[in-house]
């Protein structure tokens, strides 16, 4: 996605032993990465991922090591620290203010139904909806072009777009007086700008920190867990007192807080000096890099993942105005920092624990993910009280966590960190189609029967299929990493034959000498 994330091509594997040498090169050769590690050197491969995954754990089972930055000759060592702590905390209020103010799109999704909705529209809900669904679907829907304008034009300047955009969405939200612009400056303006900002700040944490990666990442993340716990209650304080309008400029100088904290995204990652001609073969690589459609694991993750989606962002629209409608409540925001506070947690505790799981097993977190969030999904109709809301959405918060935290590990075992900016970019891509169509689909079947009850049941089915679907990519890898190894132990052995046939010793000298050399 940027400077931080490319691998350049010839990297190579560091070697365990002698032994190692000559039993890890077949696999680096593998055309379908098990582990990340083709390829890739290791100051890429933690870039990605935190270190969550991206090197060889030990045999008895504990959390990976990294090699030292030192022992490689030429490779860039992180300061792991200084101005890194001021870029992360602006990384982390990008991922809060966008998140956050995405989160709680509930609370202004009710205030849009007062302020610009017709009551005698029977489609009120389903077209409310899309305003926050397309602001949602955007984020996503921008990912692969953003990953190019990154890689192209550095996270410096591709922020302080994204941001500029984003504040140019919100301030022109807040002069609309129908419904129908809103989809323009809300859901299409600010949420491309949005997209802009949000990947450049995960994109710089790796240009800072190496050893520490994973918990700045961790904290990072947690930005938009705090900023979900606070904004419900800033809202619900705003929306009553000063209005709509006026409470979008007040969100909107969030974003131009991030307009400002994007200067501090100071590149320190060298740049290759290259030619004319390779820089332009660069640039394209980076464009059309179709390489991680070779990888089967890949293919099946970009099926299962968007298919799980159709109904994620439901609960996140129509959660506070189900309350409202079932259980004439005006707290009904205590549900959304119930979801922001059990998310953060989640994301703390499961990015720590896919250190333990090998490979691409790491994929059954997110599948324990998609399998709870949908049944949670389905639980909200049976909630006879308040209190059974909150625990649900406790729950889904907490796998809501899980399921963010590990997506870059993921993409990195499956396709390698050559190939993993384009990877999770187009995945992202893939992901707005459902996150944006699902909430409409929801509201259609609210106007359409009156209640909430069965657009909640349909929103926990993707999820559990989706879920079925990604039990495949680890039996798949399992396979391949077994033929292989089988592979490698089939030119041992043939390399070991042919010295041994070729090489005698010769009576009295202790030395081997060719065949031909010695005498019968």
């Avoid at 490979?359 to 599948?367: D, E, I, S, Y």
């Avoid at 075992?413 to 459902?434: D, K, R």
Wanted: hydrophobic fraction near 45%; glycine fraction near 12%; charged fraction near 15%.
């Amino acid at each position: 996605m940027s400077e931080s994330l490319e691998t350049g091509s010839g990297g190579q594997h560091q070697g365990e032993g002698s032994d190692g040498v000559s039993a890890r090169q077949p696999l680096s050769e593998s055309k379908e990465p098990l582990n990340g590690e083709a390829g890739a050197d290791p100051e890429t491969r933690l870039c990605l991922t935190g270190g969550e995954s991206a090197h060889n754990h030990d045999p008895g089972g504990g959390p990976p090591s990294a090699p030292d930055p030192a022992t490689v000759p030429g490779q860039f060592v992180p300061p792991e620290g200084g101005w890194g702590w001021v870029v992360m905390f602006a990384s982390m209020w990008c991922n809060g203010s966008v998140f956050g103010i995405q989160n709680a799109f509930g609370l202004l999704f009710v205030s849009l139904l007062e302020n610009f909705g017709d009551k005698e529209d029977k489609h009120l809900q389903f077209k409310t909806a899309w305003v926050g669904s397309v602001s949602m679907g955007m984020i996503f829907f921008c990912s692969p072009i953003v990953s190019v304008f990154t890689d192209l034009y550095g996270c410096r300047k591709t922020a302080i777009a994204g941001a500029a955009v984003a504040f140019i969405g919100l301030i022109g939200s807040s002069f609309v007086t129908s419904l129908g612009p809103m989809y323009f400056t809300y859901g299409i303006v600010f949420g491309c700008g949005s997209s802009f900002a949000y990947q450049p700040s995960l994109v710089i944490l790796g240009h800072y920190f190496k050893q520490r990666l994973g918990l700045v990442n961790g904290i990072v993340t947690a930005g938009s867990s705090v900023f979900t716990i606070v904004l419900p209650l800033l809202l619900k304080q705003l929306l009553p007192k000063i209005g709509l309008s006026h409470t979008l400029r007040v969100l909107s100088a969030f974003m131009f807080v991030l307009l400002l904290a994007g200067f501090t995204y100071k590149p320190l990652l060298p740049v290759e000096a290259n030619s004319k001609s390779s820089k332009q073969k660069l640039n394209i690589r980076k464009v059309f890099n179709v390489k991680i459609w070779k990888f089967l694991g890949y293919r099946i993750w970009a099926l299962g993942i968007p298919t799980a989606l159709f109904g994620y962002f439901v609960p996140y629209v129509h959660l506070m105005k189900y309350v409202e409608e079932t259980f004439k409540l005006q707290n009904e925001e205590v549900l959304l920092m119930c979801i922001g506070i059990s998310s953060g947690v989640g994301r703390l505790v499961f990015g720590r624990v896919a250190d333990y799981l090998p490979g691409a097993n790491k994929v059954f977190l997110q599948v324990a993910s998609f399998f709870v969030i949908g049944l949670m999904s389905m639980m909200i109709p049976v909630c006879q009280g308040f209190a059974g809301l909150i625990v649900v959405c406790l729950f889904m918060g907490l796998f809501d966590g899980c399921f963010i935290s590990i997506m870059a590990p993921i993409a990195f075992e499956l396709v390698g960190s050559e190939n993993v900016s384009q990877a999770i970019g187009f995945l992202l891509g893939l992901m707005s189609i459902p996150m944006t169509s699902g909430p409409p689909i929801a509201g259609f079947l609210r106007d359409s029967l009156g209640n909430y009850n069965l657009a909640f049941y349909l929103a926990g089915v993707p999820p559990l299929i989706g879920g079925a679907i990604l039990c495949t990519i680890p039996w798949i890898q399992y396979r391949k990493r077994k033929q292989q190894e089988m592979q490698v132990a089939e030119e041992t052995t043939t390399k070991m034959l042919d010295q041994n046939s070729t090489k005698v010793v010769v009576p009295g000298s202790g030395e081997p000498q060719k065949e031909c050399a010695t005498t019968i």
